[in-house]
């Protein structure tokens, strides 16, 4: 480990609760089974709000278990040490979430019917988001300023590596079958028929009563309120004080942070990256 990162594949991780050994076993012989279903996503982009809503869906609206269970033991993080050993000893269809970008993720996966939901987000968004996260958790390196995870982000000196690279990774999945690609600004626009396209692509039916209890229970304002589900459980071997995982949960925010030259630099390396993508695919200016 150098540098308050823990260096795998060219790529920087987390420090804390990651190995290069953990890594390499994941990425390389981790088997994805057919009933699996997978949540992917580059940090900061609501993962943990995808996470809960598949729980609700899971469990038809009841929310027992989001109430009793953290949500890293209900759907593990496969390249987390805890989360993988998590993983190998569960039986049955499991839900597991990653971030690992696409070159890295587990090959099983290709030859699998399991399901993969992938979400993504605003890369400006992203950026402030994983500022807020990363100066207050003990996981990796700390920024010392916005402007300087501002350069760290355009240089892919993140957790995860680029963005850029992981959209774009990803993204070549996007015509199979069993993916399907949401993104952050669609779920907050129309949760109900996001929830429902989500529920139709896991052959899963809710009733009106249960669907209104997923909407309900996977809000912004509930899940800051679960303990179970907004890390407040987290030892502070791992995060600051008071740290909690939901903090605005809103789009556009980074229009509050990020300076007319920022924004504009972001939008020129945006334009060079994603160069050949359609454009409808990102629901965002």
């Not at 010392?144 to 501002?150: D, G, H, I, K, M």
């Not at 071997?237 to 903090?247: A, G, H, L, N, Q």
């Amino acid at each position: 480990m150098t540098d308050g990162y823990l260096w795998f594949e060219g790529l920087p991780f987390p420090s804390i609760d990651y190995s290069y050994e953990g890594l390499k076993e994941a990425c390389t012989k981790f088997v994805i089974k057919d009933e699996d279903t997978v949540m992917v996503s580059y940090p900061k982009s609501g993962t943990h709000w995808l996470i809960e809503i598949l729980c609700l869906i899971h469990s038809k609206g009841d929310t027992t278990w989001i109430r009793s269970v953290s949500i890293w033991d209900r759907a593990p993080w496969l390249e987390i040490d805890t989360g993988y050993k998590l993983l190998k000893e569960r039986e049955g269809p499991r839900f597991l979430t990653s971030h690992l970008p696409f070159h890295l993720f587990p090959k099983s996966f290709f030859t699998s019917k399991a399901k993969v939901i992938y979400i993504m987000r605003n890369p400006k968004d992203v950026l402030v988001s994983g500022y807020y996260y990363w100066t207050t958790t003990k996981f990796s390196k700390k920024p010392e300023s916005l402007e300087q995870y501002f350069q760290w982000f355009l240089q892919g000196y993140v957790p995860y590596g680029s963005w850029f690279e992981h959209i774009r990774g990803w993204m070549s999945m996007r015509d199979r079958e069993n993916v399907l690609l949401l993104s952050y600004e669609e779920l907050q626009k129309d949760p109900r028929s996001t929830i429902e396209e989500i529920c139709q692509f896991l052959g899963k039916k809710l009733n009106p009563e249960e669907l209104d209890s997923v909407l309900k229970n996977s809000s912004f304002h509930v899940m800051k309120e679960n303990k179970m589900s907004n890390l407040e459980t987290l030892p502070e071997t791992y995060v600051d004080k008071d740290f909690k995982i939901t903090r605005k949960g809103i789009c556009g925010d980074w229009k509050n942070h990020l300076t007319v030259a920022q924004a504009e630099a972001l939008d020129k390396l945006y334009q060079e990256k994603m160069l050949g993508f359609p454009k409808e695919l990102f629901p965002w200016e």
